[in-house]
């Protein structure tokens, strides 16, 4: 969204590792992190939400949207992100990026609709299969996030450009993370296997590398596939699988 948008004056991006630690996020000179945040010196992600709220008790997720002016989180809820920079800065904006709109009116209630199924079963659906730890848990999810692909698959079978047809919106910005690590690490390292992305799902496949290789600053710079791969193998048992070879698809 910030390169979408063109953001990157009034957002401003800081890495952190790509493991997740016990203490949770960290700062680490490695990558694209450096080893202490540059405002503060904090080592850990948590050290933000105990300064916004030193009573804090939920999980120190990330993405999480800081306000150096009132030193305080603005936002931590993806979903909600997206739509405060979709538009929120637009008056700052020049008039080719602020009239990028990727919740339009008119599209919005097809746009919650899918919204709700895909976020269920896919970006949800290979967290819930992968970290299954019953039989019947992960029976219960991997079938439906199979028949979300499917019904995807279906929908792009009428060589429409995007998910929602001929413009992009926030169901393919909230949909491609997903996909981008389908066939790298959730169908090797959580179990998503029934069928990789490149070999069984041709139209998706295409959709995928439209925004990957079509529009690289927005989908490809914003992505670290081997930082991914290894990222998800330290939640299994630290080993990082060898392919797929190529990591990311190619275009066909
Ligand atoms: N509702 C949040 C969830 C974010 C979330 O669960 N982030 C994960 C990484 S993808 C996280 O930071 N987990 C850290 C933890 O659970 O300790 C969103 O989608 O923005």
Redo the contacts with the bound molecule.
């Keep these: 969204m910030i390169k979408l948008k063109g953001l990157e004056e009034y957002v401003e991006v800081i890495w952190l590792h790509w493991e997740?630690g016990p203490q949770?996020?960290f700062f680490k000179e490695v990558d694209n992190s450096s080893a202490k945040d540059p405002y503060y010196g904090f080592t850990y992600l948590r050290e933000f939400y105990f300064k916004a709220d030193p009573d804090y008790d939920k999980?120190?997720?990330?993405?999480m949207l800081w306000d150096r002016k009132y030193e305080t989180i603005v936002n931590?809820?993806?979903?909600e992100?997206i739509r405060i920079f979709n538009t929120g800065f637009n008056h700052l904006l020049p008039a080719d990026k602020a009239e990028i709109d990727v919740y339009p009116t008119a599209l919005r209630p097809e746009i919650d609709e899918i919204n709700e199924w895909i976020y269920n079963t896919v970006n949800n659906g290979v967290y819930k299969t992968g970290f299954a730890t019953t039989q019947e848990a992960y029976d219960a999810n991997v079938y439906p996030l199979f028949k979300s692909l499917d019904r995807l698959e279906k929908l792009l079978s009428d060589g429409r450009e995007f998910i929602m047809g001929s413009v992009l919106t926030e169901v393919d910005i909230r949909l491609f993370p997903t996909i981008v690590r389908f066939d790298a690490a959730y169908f090797t390292l959580f179990r998503c296997n029934i069928r990789m992305i490149r070999f069984g799902y041709p139209n998706l496949n295409k959709w995928f590398c439209h925004l990957y290789y079509d529009f690289p600053e927005v989908f490809m710079e914003t992505t670290f596939p081997e930082q991914f791969r290894a990222g998800y193998a330290t939640v299994v048992n630290g080993i990082v699988p060898a392919g797929p070879e190529p990591l990311i698809s190619t275009k066909p």
Aim: net charge neutral.
């Design positions: 997740l949770g996020w999980r120190f997720t990330v993405p931590n809820e993806s979903s992100i």
